[in-house]
């Protein structure tokens, strides 16, 4: 009978307060928006909360002028992917012979892979640099690829491990009565079942290898090769910054990791609940 | 087997990425040959500055047809963070900006990360034009102290503070005279807050809220003398902060928080805040140096004008950022080349008509009257020699201390007796000799 009845004075009260939570959450993202559509002078006369007097595209242009941005799109994209998937790659494999396979120390191999990615990047950045230059990949992206990919994956490879743990030992053990060898019970039994899962690290090692500043910034100092938040970061003066540039420069960056958000948003929410039901 | 195929096509994909970009990526651009020139600089290519070395690079481009110029922009911020690290590579620029002070160039000059340039001052004359405490944070002992030693840095511009002030918002507090000492000064400010309006807008978060610690700098170099700010500047005589003119200025400095000069709640706002609410017409004052005097001009929707401290002995300015020759680079003729075209008169008077104080520009060649008698200005404050610098110079982490207690202060959680106790200690434990 609950069922059928109309919507109780409550459920709008906390429909209602979804809705002010919501706003809440997108409120920083629209003022961005909004000040990236601000002229100068309308934004230094109104401050960042007014409404726009008119609405333009000036500081886009600015933005444009200012920084390669193309350029520096393509090389996010290029190692934020290249990474996405080599570590999750590596993850796979390294977390089938820690979670499957029987290694002695195991658990001690987790806790340097978990100390690797809870060590501060500043720590880190002189045997990168130094490596860097050794192997000659320095001002290139692949320095960086190389690094977040070894990063990413360790942390994956602690994720994926444990997960693995959790699949039913009877179904290996009667995969490997029909026969299976180790390689195809990676393929075929556990990367189906653990689908969701990398497909979350993919999305994760995306957004988390875009975001990064520290170590890019070292190691691309070349403008061919600067990444988005690099790019962003030539905006700011010591005594003077362009707020509506950076404005509209914030939010060009931030479009890119909104659509792949977007594309993957299923496998997201799917990989999100897919340990939970067995 | 679709998913192994799959799999081996991946694999071939990604090794034929790799052999592509590897290619792209190695090349080496075997220099020492005079053909290339390397050059990485902060600034904003819209600034003055940025434009004076827009019109650089074409004659630099004239005079050597022949060679490579390779002009990159990086982020004031990036370059301050990973300075000794990108200077101590294999691949160094010829020519790099970098930022002044004890705890930034000083200690790239130190560690000999930097060619020294006193040889080639001499052979262009860029002491002539260099000249006097604009030249301070341009020289380094082999310690990394400033004031003195070998060159390292040529500076092209400088800066100093002012006020910029609201026509409008003066009339309407009855302010009819421009204040010309410092008890008038504050006269008008009372006449300000009087008439219900925040005399100076300021700022005091830890990150990025300089302005209080402008108000407070200004205040003891008001009453300082050359031989005090040296003292400190440059550590070389013992500074005691309970006496002039240090105690005196943040004694004032703490009447102006508790007479309401610069406002309240400052603990939380920026400078770029504080700019925003003097152009939005909330405050009669702003306290800045020449970083916003272009945008002050487009932007702001009424009369204004702007003066030094009233009534100071000296204001607080320095030279701008300076232009190093890494020990390591390459085509170091080429990067003197450089540096003296961004000292020539061509350029130096085109940074000064746009308003950017070139240190080495003939103010009499610009046109428009507010950038002439706002160059002129500065002409003046530089042939007197009473420019104070900035006050986190002479010592390491010294500007995230000071602007600590500045908050403190500015949330009145904090006496000036007791900021200067600590200033004491800090200072004297951080020189380090």
């Given at each position: 009978?609950?069922?059928?009845?109309?919507?109780?004075?409550?459920?709008?009260?906390?429909?209602g307060?979804?809705?002010?939570?919501?706003?809440?959450?997108?409120?920083?993202?629209?003022?961005?928006?909004?000040?990236?559509?601000?002229?100068?002078?309308?934004y230094?006369?109104?401050?960042?909360i007014?409404?726009?007097?008119?609405?333009?595209?000036?500081?886009?242009?600015?933005?444009?002028?200012?920084?390669?941005?193309?350029?520096?799109?393509?090389?996010?994209?290029?190692?934020?992917?290249?990474?996405?998937?080599?570590?999750?790659?590596?993850?796979?494999?390294?977390?089938?012979?820690?979670?499957?396979?029987?290694?002695?120390?195991s658990?001690?191999?987790?806790?340097?892979?978990?100390?690797?990615?809870?060590?501060?990047?500043?720590?880190?950045?002189?045997?990168?640099?130094?490596?860097?230059?050794?192997?000659?990949?320095?001002?290139?992206v692949?320095?960086?690829?190389?690094?977040f990919?070894?990063?990413?994956a360790?942390?994956?490879?602690?994720?994926?491990?444990?997960?693995?743990?959790?699949?039913?030992?009877?179904?290996?053990?009667?995969?490997?009565?029909?026969?299976?060898?180790?390689?195809?019970?990676?393929?075929?039994?556990?990367?189906?079942?653990?689908?969701?899962?990398?497909?979350?690290?993919?999305?994760?090692?995306?957004?988390?290898?875009?975001?990064?500043?520290?170590?890019?910034?070292?190691?691309?100092?070349?403008?061919?090769?600067?990444?988005?938040?690099?790019?962003?970061?030539?905006?700011?003066?010591?005594?003077?910054?362009?707020?509506?540039?950076?404005?509209?420069?914030?939010?060009?960056?931030?479009?890119?990791?909104?659509?792949?958000?977007?594309?993957?948003?299923?496998?997201?929410?799917?990989?999100?609940?897919?340990?939970?039901?067995? | 087997?679709?998913?192994?195929?799959?799999?081996?096509?991946?694999?071939?994909?990604?090794?034929?990425?790799?052999?592509t970009?590897?290619?792209?990526?190695?090349?080496?651009?075997?220099?020492?040959?005079?053909?290339?020139?390397?050059?990485?600089?902060?600034?904003?290519?819209?600034?003055?500055?940025?434009q004076?070395?827009?019109?650089?690079?074409?004659?630099?481009k004239?005079?050597?047809?022949?060679?490579?110029?390779?002009?990159?922009?990086?982020?004031?911020?990036?370059?301050r963070?990973?300075?000794?690290?990108?200077?101590?590579?294999n691949?160094?620029?010829?020519?790099v900006?970098?930022?002044?002070?004890?705890?930034?160039?000083g200690?790239?000059?130190?560690?000999?990360?930097?060619?020294?340039?006193?040889?080639?001052?001499?052979?262009?004359?860029?002491?002539?034009?260099?000249?006097g405490?604009?030249?301070a944070?341009?020289?380094?002992?082999?310690?990394?102290?400033?004031?003195?030693?070998?060159?390292?840095?040529?500076?092209?511009?400088?800066?100093?503070?002012?006020?910029y002030?609201?026509?409008?918002?003066?009339?309407?507090?009855g302010?009819?005279?421009?204040?010309?000492?410092?008890?008038?000064?504050?006269?008008?400010?009372?006449?300000?807050?009087?008439?219900?309006?925040?005399?100076?807008?300021?700022?005091a978060?830890?990150?990025?809220?300089?302005?209080?610690?402008?108000?407070?700098?200004?205040?003891?170099?008001?009453?300082?003398?050359?031989?005090?700010?040296d003292?400190?500047?440059?550590?070389?005589q013992?500074?005691?902060?309970?006496?002039a003119?240090?105690?005196?200025?943040t004694?004032?400095?703490?009447?102006?928080?508790?007479?309401g000069?610069?406002?309240?709640?400052?603990?939380?706002?920026?400078?770029?805040?504080?700019?925003?609410?003097?152009?939005?017409?909330?405050?009669?004052?702003?306290?800045?140096?020449?970083?916003?005097?272009?945008?002050?001009?487009?932007?702001a929707?009424?009369d204004?004008?702007?003066?030094?401290?009233?009534?100071?002995?000296?204001?607080m300015g320095?030279?701008?950022?300076?232009?190093?020759?890494?020990?390591?680079?390459?085509?170091?003729?080429?990067?003197?080349?450089?540096?003296?075209?961004?000292?020539?008169?061509?350029?130096?008077?085109?940074?000064?008509?746009?308003?950017?104080?070139?240190?080495?520009?003939?103010?009499?060649?610009?046109?428009?009257?507010?950038?002439?008698?706002?160059?002129?200005?500065?002409?003046?404050?530089?042939?007197?020699?009473?420019?104070?610098?900035?006050?986190?110079?002479?010592?390491?982490?010294?500007?995230?201390f000071?602007?600590?207690?500045?908050?403190?202060?500015?949330?009145?959680?904090?006496?000036?007796?007791?900021?200067?106790?600590?200033l004491?200690?800090?200072?004297?434990?951080?020189?380090?000799?």
């Open positions: 009978m609950h069922a059928l009845k109309k919507h109780t004075p409550m459920q709008w009260v906390v429909l307060l979804c809705g002010l939570f919501a706003v809440l959450m997108l409120a920083p993202f629209l003022l961005l928006v909004l000040n990236a559509f601000k002229s100068g002078a309308d230094s006369s109104g401050g960042p007014a409404w726009p007097k008119s609405f333009t595209l000036d500081a886009f242009r600015d933005y444009m002028s200012m920084v390669d941005f193309p350029r520096a799109l393509w090389n996010s994209i290029l190692i934020s992917t290249v990474v996405a998937f080599a570590g999750t790659g590596l993850a796979l494999i390294s977390a089938y012979a820690i979670g499957i396979g029987r290694v002695k120390g658990a001690v191999i987790l806790a340097v892979l978990l100390l690797a990615t809870m060590v501060p990047h500043e720590a880190l950045i002189y045997p990168l640099f130094y490596g860097a230059q050794e192997t000659g990949t320095f001002n290139t692949w320095s960086v690829i190389i690094i990919t070894v990063l990413q360790a942390f994956g490879t602690y994720l994926l491990s444990s997960v693995m743990s959790t699949v039913p030992k009877e179904l290996l053990d009667a995969a490997g009565i029909d026969g299976a060898g180790r390689w195809t019970i990676l393929w075929k039994i556990i990367l189906p079942v653990l689908r969701p899962t990398l497909a979350v690290l993919v999305v994760f090692f995306f957004i988390w290898t875009w975001n990064e500043f520290y170590i890019p910034v070292v190691l691309l100092a070349d403008a061919s090769s600067q990444t988005v938040p690099i790019a962003l970061s030539t905006l700011r003066g010591q005594h003077s910054i362009d707020i509506t540039t950076l404005n509209a420069g914030s939010l060009l960056s931030l479009l890119p990791t909104l659509v792949f958000f977007l594309i993957f948003q299923r496998t997201l929410s799917h990989g999100v609940t897919a340990g939970s039901i067995k | 087997m679709t998913t192994r195929r799959k799999a081996v096509a991946l694999i071939g994909a990604a090794a034929l990425s790799l052999a970009f590897g290619c792209g990526g190695g090349d080496d651009s075997g220099g020492g040959d005079g053909k290339t020139l390397r050059i990485v600089q902060y600034e904003n290519p819209t600034s003055a500055q940025g004076g070395w827009q019109k650089a690079l074409e004659i630099f004239q005079k050597h047809p022949d060679v490579e110029v390779k002009f990159e922009q990086t982020s004031f911020d990036a370059a963070q990973n300075a000794k690290i990108t200077l101590s590579g691949d160094v620029p010829d020519v900006e970098f930022n002044k002070g004890n705890a930034d160039g200690q790239l000059a130190a560690q000999g990360l930097l060619e020294p340039l006193t040889e080639q001052v001499t052979k262009y004359g860029w002491d002539k034009k260099v000249t405490g604009m030249s944070f341009a020289k380094y002992d082999e310690d990394g102290y400033a004031g003195s030693g070998d060159w390292y840095g040529i500076p092209n511009i400088g800066e100093y503070v002012m006020f002030y609201n026509k409008e918002l003066f009339s309407k507090a302010i009819t005279t421009l204040p010309t000492t410092l008890d008038e000064f504050e006269a008008a400010m009372d006449k300000l807050i009087a008439a219900k309006i925040i005399p100076i807008s300021s700022s978060a830890t990150s990025q809220g300089f302005n209080q610690m402008w108000v407070w700098y200004s205040l003891v170099s008001a009453q300082a003398n050359r031989q005090q700010i003292d400190f500047m440059f550590v070389r013992p500074v005691d902060f309970e006496a003119p240090w105690s005196d200025g004694k004032k400095f703490q009447e102006w928080i508790d007479k000069y610069v406002g309240d709640k400052l603990g939380g706002l920026s400078f770029e805040q504080a700019t925003v609410n003097f152009l939005s017409g909330k405050a009669a004052m702003l306290i800045w140096n020449n970083g916003e005097f272009a945008r002050i001009r487009k932007d929707s009424f204004w004008d702007y003066f030094t401290l009233p009534g100071a002995n000296m204001t320095s030279s701008g950022h300076l232009w190093g020759v890494p020990a390591k680079a390459e085509n170091k003729e080429l990067a003197y080349e450089w540096i003296d075209t961004t000292l020539s008169p061509e350029v130096q008077n085109e940074i000064g008509k746009l308003g950017g104080l070139p240190l080495a520009g003939d103010a009499s060649v610009i046109t428009d009257p507010i950038t002439k008698k706002f160059t002129e200005r500065f002409n003046e404050l530089v042939q007197a020699d009473t420019l104070t610098f900035y006050p986190d110079y002479p010592v390491p982490g010294f500007l995230d000071i602007q600590q207690h500045m908050q403190a202060m500015s949330n009145k959680n904090e006496t000036a007796d007791q900021y200067i106790d600590t004491q200690k800090f200072y004297d434990e951080g020189k380090g000799k």
